[in-house]
């Protein structure tokens, strides 16, 4: 089944871009997922084909027009989520990208100046996403960092089977640091368990660190972390003591 990606954008030319090449730029190829694109423009107001005007209440900038977006985004109109970029949203999660990319695809819209009239938000199924607490310039690269995301988890894209569920936030935690050759550098050395060939003390030695290497630099994800696994171990314990009944 072909991941169909759809972006809704002032900018099309900036698509595929960088997933056009490497694996992402091999799968589109081979057609493991597709792209197309939506020109807001198309669907503007008047002679010059408006798609903004000044925000309500002043201020700088302008707003994407209400009526321009509804009617772009009803000509996708399909049973794949609809995304909007905006800082207001979500902060997009591995878990939810993992979500997508086991389904039919996507739409992705993306904003420009000061974004979307928010009536849009009322009046259609979208979802808003973040990509973090920083603001771009526009929702193009947002759209291509989320769609990234979603193509190296479809079967066959990623070379190795299992190099997907082992990274950062697979568990809701950091993954463990990485080392490769040489074995030393600039006098600085592999850490000796690396080396050691005993596959058990390498995997308890890489939990460690995913772990403590998650308290110190992501207290938000560890406190999360923690939330689940005491969750998941009381309901072991009630699940046991249901047992004994
Ligand atoms: N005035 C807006 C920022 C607009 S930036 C505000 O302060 O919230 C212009 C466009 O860039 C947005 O409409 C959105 O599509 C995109 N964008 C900027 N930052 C983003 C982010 N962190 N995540 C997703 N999209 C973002």
């Not at 794949?80 to 800082?87: G, H, K, N, S, Y």
């Not at 695809?105 to 420009?112: P, T």
Request: charged share 25%; glycine share 12%; hydrophobic share 40%.
């Amino acid at each position: 089944m072909t991941f169909a990606a759809t972006i809704l954008t002032l900018y099309p030319e900036m698509f595929p871009g960088p997933l056009g090449v490497s694996l992402a730029g091999r799968a589109l190829g081979e057609g493991t997922w597709s792209l197309d694109t939506v020109q807001l423009r198309d669907f503007g107001i008047g002679k010059h084909a408006n798609v903004d005007d000044t925000p309500a209440g002043g201020g700088a900038g302008m707003v994407l027009r209400a009526d321009v977006l509804g009617a772009a985004v009803d000509s996708v109109a399909d049973e794949r989520p609809i995304l909007a970029m905006t800082p207001r949203g979500t902060p997009i999660t591995q878990a939810r990208i993992r979500e997508l990319a086991m389904g039919p695809g996507v739409s992705l819209i993306c904003g420009r100046f000061e974004g979307f009239d928010e009536r849009i938000f009322e009046a259609r199924q979208i979802e808003e996403v973040s990509l973090g607490d920083i603001v771009l310039s526009g929702g193009e690269t947002a759209a291509l960092a989320i769609l990234d995301a979603c193509i190296r988890l479809l079967p066959g894209v990623m070379g190795a089977a299992n190099s997907g569920v082992e990274e950062s936030f697979e568990d809701g935690l950091l993954e463990h640091p990485q080392f490769t050759r040489p074995q030393e550098w600039e006098g600085r050395t592999i850490p000796q368990v690396l080396r050691s060939g005993d596959h058990a003390k390498i995997a308890a030695w890489r939990k460690h660190r995913a772990e403590e290497d998650t308290r110190l630099r992501r207290p938000d994800l560890w406190e999360r972390h923690k939330g689940v696994r005491d969750q998941s171990a009381s309901g072991a314990r009630h699940e046991n003591k249901d047992d004994r009944q």
